[in-house]
């Protein structure tokens, strides 16, 4: 889809479709709708008094003007009650409409910057609005060999309209910064649906070469045998039942203003495919974990944006990356090994390989004497028992990071919950025979899993975010097609963003 942002009134432009958000209980028309009411007469003002459509969130009509107008249609999206409006809510609007328009069978529309008067400044929105359809209008259609349904009418082109030189230069801003951070959500996203056959970890490596090839990154690559050289017992654990070679995969960026600043290091768990190893998983559903991997796409999609948008940051990304299969070389529930970091672990379970790769990660992190640590993974089903779908869990020791992570959340709708880590939760993983153990039992999963990473972040600002429940949309979400979510990208970016453009932590 071509993006494009240009000045002029929205009644006046050539267009197959203007959109515009219409709010449930205003008293009169605002913004972009009430500019398109006037000139065409009082069209929107007619269909409301009709009761066909009353503004109800998410809900879309098309209007046809009979007056000469340059434009052909007017699909109008509800905007719910006033009172209950939030950013996040006009992402969806926005998407919503955008589809409405795709399912119309038009290919091109014309998206006015006040579409739904939010009080944002001019970039923001135009940020907003542009992140919001470019999600929203995302397929996975890599296997499909006939283009069915909307495949087939594939949305061309998007002009952001802006009503002033001053807006239009804002708009220009916030239009280019949401394209590189959905490309990076829409890589993030293609990674998660691609099944283990094709997005195993030497094609997260590809992947992670080809940014670093692109922007300027430098990307290291360990395999197995160096994995083992450097010490990396607890990732190879894993990493040893599967005959799909694992990576341990590296990505640094660096801005030319930022040399000697310590980084901010990103973990990402890229287990490519979780079949629970010798504790094998139960048959039904397995096919999902395909998705263990989504942490490591995440933070590959950050890395890019970053990059793209050459944030005054310097960050290094980690992308653990194995299968964790039974085979005849699997590691067993019982074994005990030794981590990079020196400690020891006695596996309980093999299907709580997650924080084994990510324990190596931390350790090898500690190399960079980072500013702060963030982990990022599908990491426990108990994280989706405690916090279902709609947020995603956060644990850390460090209150500063927490509260920049929840700022983070909070400006782009990828909503966290701080889940606490209790001493208490460290007595469910003491281990009779080694430093530790992997899985501390049912009570507080997603707790004891946090408390096991804690071991090995070291003295270094430290946050962990559980996605296990928002990684995957089993239903369409308003500017997320079922599927893949892409989470954490936008999140990452945003916390990128204001750490470059403030003092860090
Ligand atoms: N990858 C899973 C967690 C998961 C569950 C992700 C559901 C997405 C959806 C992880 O490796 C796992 O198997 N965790 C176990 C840990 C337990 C054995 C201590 C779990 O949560 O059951
Ligand atoms: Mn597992
Ligand atoms: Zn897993």
Redesign the pocket.
């Known amino acids: 889809m071509k993006i494009q942002v240009k000045k002029g009134y929205i009644a006046a432009e050539r267009s197959e479709a203007v959109v515009a958000g219409v709010f449930e209980d205003a008293k009169k028309l605002s913004g972009a709708a009430a500019a398109l009411d006037w000139a065409t007469g009082g069209l929107i003002m007619g269909m409301l008094k009709s009761g066909d459509f009353t503004g109800k969130l998410n809900k879309t009509a098309a209007l046809y003007p009979e007056k000469e107008l340059p434009l052909k249609r007017i699909v109008l999206v509800g905007l719910g009650k006033q009172k209950d409006f939030t950013r996040d809510k006009l992402r969806g609007a926005a998407a919503t409409v955008a589809r409405a328009v795709r399912d119309l069978g038009v290919t091109s529309m014309l998206l006015p910057l006040d579409f739904a008067h939010s009080g944002l400044s001019a970039q923001h929105s135009a940020q907003t609005l542009i992140e919001a359809i470019s999600l929203g209008l995302y397929q996975f259609k890599e296997y499909k060999t006939k283009n069915n349904g909307n495949g087939d009418k594939s949305f061309k082109a998007c002009t952001l309209l802006a009503g002033t030189a001053a807006e239009l230069a804002a708009a220009k801003k916030g239009a280019a910064y949401a394209q590189a951070v959905s490309k990076a959500v829409c890589l993030a996203r293609d990674l998660v649906s691609r099944p283990s056959n094709a997005a195993t970890p030497s094609h997260l490596a590809h992947t992670a070469k080809t940014i670093a090839a692109q922007h300027g990154l430098v990307c290291t690559v360990l395999d197995k045998q160096q994995a083992k050289k450097t010490g990396m017992g607890a990732f190879l654990s894993v990493a040893w039942g599967s005959d799909e070679p694992a990576r341990f995969i590296i990505l640094d960026y660096k801005p030319s203003a930022k040399k000697t600043a310590p980084p901010i290091v990103l973990i990402g768990k890229a287990?490519t495919f979780?079949s629970?190893g010798i504790s094998i998983k139960p048959a039904q559903g397995m096919e999902?974990?395909k998705t263990?991997m989504a942490g490591g796409a995440a933070v590959l999609g950050a890395m890019q944006a970053a990059a793209a948008l050459k944030l005054p940051v310097h960050v290094v990304g980690i992308v653990p990356a194995t299968e964790n299969m039974p085979s005849g070389h699997a590691f067993k529930p019982g074994d005990i090994i030794k981590s990079l970091s020196g400690k020891t672990i006695e596996i309980i379970?093999t299907?709580?390989?997650?924080r084994l790769i990510l324990a190596d990660a931390l350790t090898y992190a500690q190399r960079y004497k980072p500013a702060a640590i963030i982990d990022m993974a599908?990491?426990?089903?108990?994280c989706?028992l405690a916090l279902g779908h709609a947020a995603s869990g956060l644990m850390g020791t460090d209150e500063k990071l927490i509260k920049k992570i929840q700022a983070a959340a909070e400006s782009t709708g990828e909503k966290v919950w701080q889940l606490p880590l209790y001493e208490d939760y460290g007595e469910q993983i003491k281990s009779d025979v080694a430093d530790m153990k992997n899985?501390g039992g049912k009570p507080a999963?997603a707790l004891t899993a946090g408390y096991f990473l804690k071991a090995f972040a070291g003295d270094i600002p430290w946050a962990h975010i559980d996605i296990?429940g928002t990684a995957w949309a089993s239903k369409p979400l308003p500017y997320t097609p079922k599927g893949a979510t892409g989470v954490g990208v936008r999140l990452l970016v945003e916390l990128l963003e204001k750490w470059g453009n403030t003092a860090g932590l």
């Open positions: 287990i979780d629970g999902e974990m263990d379970t299907d709580a390989e997650g599908t990491l426990t089903g108990a989706v899985a999963g296990a």
